[in-house]
């Protein structure tokens, strides 16, 4: 897992960009309540539209998304949102590590 910095206000909640619902859901459990409110979509575009229109105190953004390359994905949040925030990173084959790297207060 990759943890880079995006703009996010205070108080945000979390974004869960997968296309995989068993990934959302994993994260979502291991949120437990940490983050809110929490939303999930399906796409790196779909996480760009939420980024520009939310207040979002962490991303958590699936390496093996559908539509963006993640690379170049990142890239874009970094250049568009500067500095402010977390975004997390992980693919499926990483999930084992997700408890480790979540939030550990409310929002």
């Given at each position: 897992?990759?943890t880079?910095?995006?703009?996010?206000?205070?108080?945000?909640?979390a974004?869960?960009?997968?296309?995989?619902?068993?990934?959302?859901e994993?994260?979502?459990?291991?949120?437990?309540?940490r983050?809110?409110?929490?939303?999930?979509?399906?796409?790196?575009?779909?996480a760009?539209?939420?980024?520009?229109?939310?207040n979002?105190?962490?991303?958590f953004?699936d390496?093996?998304?559908?539509?963006?390359d993640?690379e170049e994905?990142?890239?874009?949040?970094?250049r568009?949102?500067?500095?402010?925030g977390e975004l997390r990173?992980?693919s499926?084959?990483?999930?084992?590590?997700?408890?480790?790297?979540?939030?550990?207060?409310?929002?």
């Amino acid at each position: 897992m990759t943890t880079l910095p995006f703009v996010a206000p205070p108080g945000g909640g979390a974004l869960i960009a997968s296309s995989n619902s068993a990934l959302r859901e994993q994260v979502l459990s291991r949120l437990n309540g940490r983050c809110r409110p929490v939303h999930q979509v399906l796409g790196g575009a779909d996480a760009l539209v939420k980024l520009e229109k939310g207040n979002w105190q962490v991303l958590f953004l699936d390496r093996r998304l559908p539509d963006l390359d993640a690379e170049e994905l990142i890239a874009i949040i970094e250049r568009r949102f500067g500095e402010c925030g977390e975004l997390r990173s992980f693919s499926a084959g990483r999930r084992r590590n997700l408890a480790g790297s979540l939030p550990q207060g409310g929002s």
